[in-house]
């Protein structure tokens, strides 16, 4: 069982900065493959980044702007946001999965371990 708990989240104004962590518990020696979802209000939730076997993909509206690392001696997981945009705006979430391919996938059907979201709002 794995837990994973999101931070880092709050307002920001357009261009700023933020950077969300997410923290694992539980048994998460054999996942491979993390992600970063967003949703935004009546919208699907969509891949943000991920990582996996030392590759990241990102998609292209966040490109340039976004970066996710992780910190696997803490067993966090980072989102760091800059210039952050309106449409930044959306309940970030984190996910994990035991199987990874190359690049690791953006389909949040893939992930099977999510955390419960912190709220991102740009204005």
């Known amino acids: 069982h794995v837990q994973l708990v999101e931070s880092g989240g709050g307002s920001v104004q357009a261009g700023g900065s933020l950077k969300l962590s997410c923290e694992s518990r539980g048994h998460i020696s054999s996942i491979n493959c993390w992600g970063w979802f967003r949703q935004a209000p009546g919208k699907q939730r969509e891949a943000v980044a991920t990582i996996g076997d030392r590759t990241t993909t990102y998609v292209d509206s966040v490109k340039g702007r976004f970066t996710i690392s992780q910190d696997k001696a803490k067993n966090t997981l980072f989102l760091q946001m800059n210039s952050l945009k309106p449409e930044d705006t959306a309940m970030y979430y984190c996910?994990?999965?035991?199987?990874?391919?190359?690049?690791?996938?953006?389909?949040?059907?893939?992930?099977?371990?999510w955390g419960q979201g912190t709220q991102v709002t740009v204005s």
């Open positions: 996910a994990a999965h035991f199987v990874c391919f190359r690049p690791p996938p953006l389909h949040p059907s893939h992930y099977n371990a």
